[in-house]
């Protein structure tokens, strides 16, 4: 992906911006944000970062003051912030993921676009998208280059953040050599992988460790065992005294069993709302499996959110994913 002078344009005339990114908050999201802020901070710019939900435990230590990163319910007039400002948003996957950020966007001069991934365009927007990308990370560190900000250690670190924890510490399908390029100028800035790795996965509180043995618990497998699914409701919260956040990410446990190429992690979020994680392997395209019912992401990483009770979006989605994997030729 080449930038060209009408991307680099976009931010060289603006000196304020927001930069935000999707609900549930990941690493490559976060990782994107606080790099590209610190970047244009250090041009001189005036940037706010707002986003739609809390950045999650593990990924605070990131921040360089507890209000870095934002939500709308945190600030007086959350509007004001917006007027003026070039609205970055990065890896955002759909517009409706942005939650209530949305609202605010047309109260700026413009939105950016920064992502790896497919992405439906919408009249008006700009985009800096490149699928082949191993992470909206690495589409980051691209822009900061074109725009001469040295990787420092501020920025190189919630860089490789984004790219280790979106490639699955360099291990899905979209690691390429460009990645470990990357990485290794991201270790000459003084990133330091092993306390990364510590802060992001080792510090778990007691709290998801026993509500991941309760979701292991509810692991279940179609007849040929191509697929793999689990399951977390709110009494399985309520129990342990735990919050969402603390259920998030165990999609990947699906893919450890032996032959499944399709995993999913079905996930309550209120009466008839509920989330689903999904993760495949080899030449199964999960996003596009998910796209029937609107949702997206990636050929191996993809969600969706179904307007459907738990038991009635398992009992949709299973039986269209074992057809798919065992039945049809």
């Known amino acids: 992906m080449e930038l060209s002078d009408r991307h680099l344009d976009l931010f060289r005339s603006h000196r304020k911006f927001v930069l935000t990114t999707h609900m549930s908050s990941d690493g490559d999201g976060i990782g994107s944000q606080l790099a590209l802020a610190r970047g244009l901070r250090s041009l001189g710019c005036e940037v706010a970062l707002i986003n739609p939900t809390p950045v999650p435990a593990n990924y605070k230590f990131l921040l360089s003051r507890p209000d870095e990163i934002l939500t709308p319910n945190d600030i007086k007039n959350p509007r004001a912030k917006f007027e003026g400002a070039l609205t970055v948003v990065l890896d955002m996957g759909a517009f409706e993921r942005l939650g209530a950020v ?6 700026g001069e413009g939105i950016v676009v920064v992502d790896h991934h497919r992405l439906d365009k919408t009249p008006g927007v700009q985009y800096i998208v490149d699928t082949e990308a191993c992470a909206t990370g690495e589409v980051t560190a691209r822009l900061l280059d074109a725009l001469h900000i040295p990787l420092s250690l501020p920025i190189a670190e919630p860089i490789y953040v984004a790219i ?3 490639t699955g510490g360099f291990r899905y399908p979209g690691t390429s050599p460009h990645t470990h390029l990357l990485a290794a100028r991201l270790l000459e800035a003084g990133v330091d ?20 043995g309760q979701v292991l618990s509810t692991l279940k497998l179609s007849p040929g065992g191509k697929v793999a699914w689990m399951r977390i409701d709110r009494a399985m919260l309520d129990r342990e005294g735990a919050r969402w956040e603390d259920a998030d990410d165990m999609v990947n ?22 989330k689903v994680s999904c993760r495949s392997r080899g030449d199964f395209a999960i996003d596009q499996f998910v796209s029937q019912w609107g ?4 050929p191996h990483a993809a969600g969706v959110r179904l307007d459907r009770r738990l038991d009635e979006a398992i009992a949709l989605v299973i039986p269209a994913a074992t057809e798919a994997l065992e039945t049809c030729p």
């Open 102 to 107: 949305l609202p605010l966007t047309p109260h």
């Open 164 to 166: 280790y924890t979106d």
């Open 193 to 212: 992988p092993q306390r990364l790795y510590t802060e992001i996965f080792e510090r778990q509180p007691p709290v998801r460790l026993r509500l991941t």
């Open 253 to 274: 446990f699906t893919l450890q069993v032996d032959g499944v190429v399709a995993g999913f992690y079905f996930k309550e979020l209120d009466t008839g709302m509920t």
């Open 295 to 298: 949702g997206g992401g990636h």
